[in-house]
C-alpha cells in the first residue's frame, strides 16, 4: 500500500498538528503510566520522551520515524533504586542503563550486520514481531474491560472501548482524505464524548487546572497557572552522585537493558516491515540503538524512566500510512510544551483507561499482523519440521508470558517473555540444521537489502 507521507515529507502545517496529536494521544497513556507507577513525575516523564525522541530522531539522521516513551521494563528495578537510594539512585543506573545500549551498539558496528541477519532470518523475526504485538494484548484488554479502581469487569468500561474500537475502524475504513489519516484520534475523541455521557470521565484535574487559571488577579499569576515546571531530579543540583552510587545500583538496572535492546530490535523489524525499508541497513541498527541509549541518559539527567521505542506509535504509523518523521518531531515538540502545561496535561490525563483500551486493540493486533506479513513476503514453509518447531516455540513462550529469573550478585532478575522468546528463537536457529530453510524462498523486505548488508 502507497504510504499518505514518506519519511522524509513534510505535511503542510494545518495537517501536521493533528498528525502529532495522534501521536501524542496513542503514547501519552503509557508514558505517564510508568511514572505513576513508580514515584516519579508525569510531567517530567512527558518532557525527557519529547527531548529523547528529538535526539534519536537527530541521531538516525531522521530515517526512523520512533516514537521514545517510557520502558515499562524498568518499573520493577526503578521501584528497588528508590526504595534504597532514592530517585537520584534510580537515575544514577538508568544512566548505566543508557551507557549499556552504546556498548551493544559498538559491538553491532565491528561485527557487522551480517552477523545480525544470520541471528534474526524471518523464521526468526516475524513470529518476535507477532509476539510483540500479541504478549501486548492483555494489557489492551484489561484496559478496555476493568474498572481501574477496583481491577474488575466492567460492562459499563468494555461498551466505552467497543465504541471507541467501533469509532476508530469507521474511521479508517470509510473515511477519506485527511481524515481517513487520523482514525486513532477520531477514535479517542469518539470515545472521550461518549465516556462522558457515561459519567466516567474524572475531570477533577481540569476543573482545578482551569480554575487556577481564571481565578488569577494578575498577567503573572495567569501565565504560571498555564505553565508549570515539572519536579525535574537534576544530578549534582537534587542529589550528589558520589554520595548515591552503589554497585548494587548498576546490577540492578543494567541487565534489563539487555532485554529492552531485545525489545528495540523487535521494533525496528516491525517498523521496517512496516515502512518497507530496512532500518537494520539505513541508518543501522547500531546507530538507532546508540539513539536510544542516548534518550535514556537523557531522561535520567531530567530525572525521568528510561525511553524505549513504542509499539504503540509504531500502530499508529501501520493504519495510517504516515510516516514522516517530521510528524514524530512534533510530537516530541507538543510532549515538552504539554509537560510545561498543566490544563492540557490535566485534560489528556482525564481520558478513561477504556478509551484508550479500545484503540489499543487494534494498534497492538497490526503489530502482530505485521509478523505474520513477514513470514508471508518471506515465503517461510511452515510445513518444513524445522520451521514449525522454531516458530511454535516462540509463539507460546511469548505469548504464554514465560519468563527467566536468575540471581546477581543477591539481586533478583527477570528476563520477560518478550525478550525469552526472542533470545530461545535466535539460539534454536543457530543450533538446528538446515538454516537455510529459515530465510524462506521470499526477501525479508520489497527492496533488496542483502547486497547492502553484505557489504557492511
Not at 173 to 187: A, R
Not at 323 to 339: D, H, K, M, Q, R
Not at 352 to 366: D, E, K, R, T, Y
Not at 390 to 404: C, K, N, T, W
Amino acid at each position: 500500500m502507497k504510504p499518505a507521507l514518506n519519511i522524509h515529507d513534510i505535511p503542510k502545517w494545518n495537517q501536521w498538528i493533528i498528525f502529532s496529536l495522534q501521536h501524542l494521544f496513542a503514547m501519552f497513556g503509557a508514558t505517564i503510566l510508568v511514572p505513576a507507577l513508580t514515584g516519579l513525575d508525569p510531567a517530567v516523564a512527558l518532557v525527557s520522551s519529547g527531548v529523547g525522541t528529538l535526539a534519536f530522531i537527530l541521531i538516525t539522521r531522521g530515517t526512523v520515524p520512533a516514537y521514545l516513551g517510557s520502558s515499562f521494563a524498568f518499573i520493577y528495578p526503578i521501584t528497588q533504586a528508590i526504595e534504597t537510594a532514592g530517585i537520584g539512585g534510580a537515575m544514577i543506573g538508568s544512566f548505566f542503563a543508557g551507557l549499556a545500549y552504546g556498548v551493544v551498539a559498538i559491538a553491532i558496528r565491528l561485527g557487522g550486520l551480517k552477523s545480525i541477519i544470520k541471528l534474526l532470518p524471518p523464521i526468526v523475526v516475524g513470529p518476535v514481531i507477532i509476539v510483540i504485538g500479541l504478549a501486548l494484548a492483555p494489557t489492551a484488554v484489561d484496559m478496555a474491560m476493568n474498572a481501574p479502581d477496583t481491577g474488575e469487569y466492567s460492562t459499563k468500561y468494555f461498551t466505552i472501548a467497543l465504541v471507541t474500537l467501533a469509532i476508530t475502524v469507521a474511521a479508517s475504513i470509510f473515511l477519506k482524505g485527511f481524515l481517513g489519516l487520523i482514525p486513532v484520534l477520531i477514535g479517542i475523541i469518539g470515545g472521550y464524548v461518549f465516556a462522558l455521557t457515561q459519567g466516567i470521565v474524572d475531570t477533577s484535574g481540569v476543573q482545578a487546572a482551569w480554575n487556577q487559571i481564571v481565578t488569577a488577579d494578575s498577567i503573572g499569576a495567569f501565565f504560571s497557572g498555564i505553565f508549570t515546571v515539572p519536579n525535574f531530579t537534576i544530578p549534582f543540583v537534587d542529589y550528589n552522585v558520589a554520595d548515591v552510587f552503589s554497585w548494587q545500583l548498576f546490577f540492578t538496572m543494567v541487565p534489563i537493558a539487555v532485554v529492552t535492546v531485545s525489545e528495540h530490535i523487535g521494533h525496528q523489524l516491525a517498523l521496517s516491515k512496516i515502512v518497507d525499508q530496512n532500518m537494520l541497513v539505513k541508518p543501522g541498527l547500531h546507530t538507532s540503538l546508540a539513539g536510544d541509549g542516548v534518550a535514556t541518559i537523557i531522561a535520567s539527567v531530567l530525572g525521568g524512566p528510561p525511553n524505549t521505542t513504542y509499539g504503540e506509535n509504531i500502530g499508529v504509523l501501520a493504519i495510517t500510512r504516515v510516516f514522516s518523521v517530521f510528524v514524530i518531531g512534533g510530537t516530541a515538540v507538543l510532549a515538552i510544551l504539554f509537560g510545561f502545561t498543566g490544563l492540557i496535561t490535566a485534560l489528556i490525563s482525564s481520558v478513561p483507561s477504556a478509551v484508550m483500551g479500545g484503540v489499543s486493540i487494534m494498534l497492538f493486533g497490526i503489530i502482530a499482523a505485521s509478523g505474520l506479513r513477514t513470514m508471508i513476503d518471506s515465503q517461510l514453509d511452515l510445513g518444513d519440521k524445522r520451521n514449525l518447531i522454531i516458530s511454535s516455540i516462540i509463539l507460546v513462550i511469548g505469548i504464554g508470558g514465560a519468563f527467566l529469573r536468575f540471581q546477581i550478585a543477591d539481586l533478583d532478575l527477570e528476563i520477560n517473555s518478550m525478550a525469552l522468546a526472542a533470545l530461545v528463537g535466535v539460539v534454536m536457529n543457530l543450533v538446528l540444521p538446515g538454516k537455510e530453510s529459515g530465510l524462506g524462498n521470499g526477501s525479508l523486505f520489497t527492496v533488496e537489502d542483502q547486497k547492502q548488508a553484505a557489504s557492511k
